[in-house]
């Protein structure tokens, strides 16, 4: 293979280095491009306008912070052979390639029930194929089927390198400083025992930062209300979409993809590979092209939904710390439905309500295991003094209800 060895200036971390042929050609592929046209915070930039950076941009982040972990765990002596190293890059270029449209916000709505893990599986094998199983050793670590635990670890768990870029990147771009990590200390403090990813004794204020940064961004950027409630006002969007086809009535997509999984989402089809191309031939364009054709449908609500939206005429929502009181909740649709004329049925999609939650620490889900200087090993929340303890692993919940005011 001849040398090939790329730079990209990147906003957050400087320059960032492309050096394997495959990696260059897994970056210059459609189904990779596809990531520039979808924003990494989907709403967010409705609050913070400074959040417009993509998902191209976080997997190039993630990228980089993975290749300085693994150049810091072969210091310390951690066999990670060539092949290896190179499908960790892979793994962590590629985890995000199953986000379509809006990501989070429309994962459930286009394609009902397939999480944006299991397509970017499904586009990890596809690519497997085109480049003559090149990806192999990438997939077993992506899917956790490899021997070495700590090369998944860095991929997917509680202080994955994927956490650590988006939580940098996105209090950069939106200027919440809250959000910034020591990201550089963690990396330099990570350590191998038994196959699996520990800290140093020496970060533990470090990630105890990392895990309240994270806490403060979910409830600061990514649950801030006025975006949970465009995101909930996109999700209607489809849905009425969605109803008004199965009654028949005429809705077009600025795009044939997205036409094609408005009418179908993932219907069974033979053809699998062609199914992946729409997919990936989809991004955020399809999506705003199609609401703003929409502002002018036929049908009343969707109309209304969508010029709202793309003038930014967000829903209002409330939210509290305890359930709201459903006849209060029927009240206030009979109210919206009387004061714009429409049925019951149809003021579901102008007031609604539901739940959202975080939790600072999950030690059931994956673990973050502190390692001392005697060899001892224990969990974060287990350590002397701990700010991470067994109260802060109880998910924060909050209650909302979101509507447009009344007429």
């Not at 025992?193 to 020496?202: A, M, S």
Request: a neutral charge; hydrophobic letters at 45%.
């Amino acid at each position: 293979m001849a040398n090939v060895r790329k730079i990209i200036n990147d906003p957050v971390y400087g320059f960032i280095t492309i050096d394997h042929p495959l990696l260059l050609a897994i970056i210059s592929h459609p189904y990779y491009q596809r990531l520039r046209s979808i924003h990494q915070m989907a709403f967010a930039h409705l609050v913070y306008p400074g959040a417009v950076h993509t998902r191209l941009l976080h997997s190039l982040g993630a990228y980089h912070l993975m290749c300085t972990a693994l150049q810091e765990l072969k210091g310390k002596g951690v066999i990670i052979t060539e092949e290896e190293e190179l499908g960790a890059k892979i793994a962590i270029l590629l985890h995000d390639i199953g986000h379509g449209p809006f990501s989070h916000a429309l994962e459930h709505e286009l394609i009902p029930g397939v999480h944006h893990e299991k397509l970017s599986l499904a586009i990890m094998q596809e690519l497997n194929q085109q480049f003559n199983n090149q990806l192999e050793t990438a997939l077993a670590i992506f899917t956790n089927q490899h021997p070495k635990k700590f090369l998944h670890q860095l991929v997917s768990g509680q202080l994955d390198v994927d956490r650590m870029d988006y939580l940098n990147r996105d209090s950069f771009f939106t200027g919440v400083a809250e959000g910034v990590i020591g990201y550089d200390r963690i990396l330099k403090m990570l350590a191998v025992h038994q196959d699996n990813l520990v800290v140093e004794e020496k970060a533990i204020y470090s990630i105890e930062k990392f895990l309240l940064s994270r806490r403060l961004m979910y409830w600061q950027v990514y649950l801030h209300k006025t975006v949970v409630a465009a995101e909930k006002m996109l999700v209607m969007i489809i849905r009425r979409a969605k109803e008004l086809i199965a009654q028949g009535v005429r809705v077009t997509a600025a795009t044939d993809a997205l036409e094609y999984f408005l009418l179908h989402g993932a219907a069974k089809t033979e053809d699998r590979s062609r199914l992946l191309m729409d997919f990936c031939s989809m991004d955020d364009n399809d999506m705003a092209a199609t609401i703003k054709n929409w502002c002018r449908h036929e049908d009343r609500v969707l109309s209304y939904l969508c010029q709202a939206l793309v003038e930014r005429r967000i829903m209002k929502i409330r939210l509290q710390a305890h359930p709201f009181d459903e006849a209060y909740l029927l009240q206030t649709r009979s109210e919206m439905a009387a004061a714009m004329g429409i049925s019951e049925k149809e003021a579901a999609y102008f007031v609604f309500w539901g739940e959202a939650s975080n939790s600072l620490y999950n030690p059931k889900n994956e673990t973050i295991t502190i390692l001392y200087k005697d060899g001892q090993l224990k969990d974060i929340s287990e350590v002397d003094h701990a700010l991470i303890n067994v109260k802060t692993t109880i998910p924060v919940k909050k209650y909302y209800i979101c509507s447009f005011r009344s007429h």
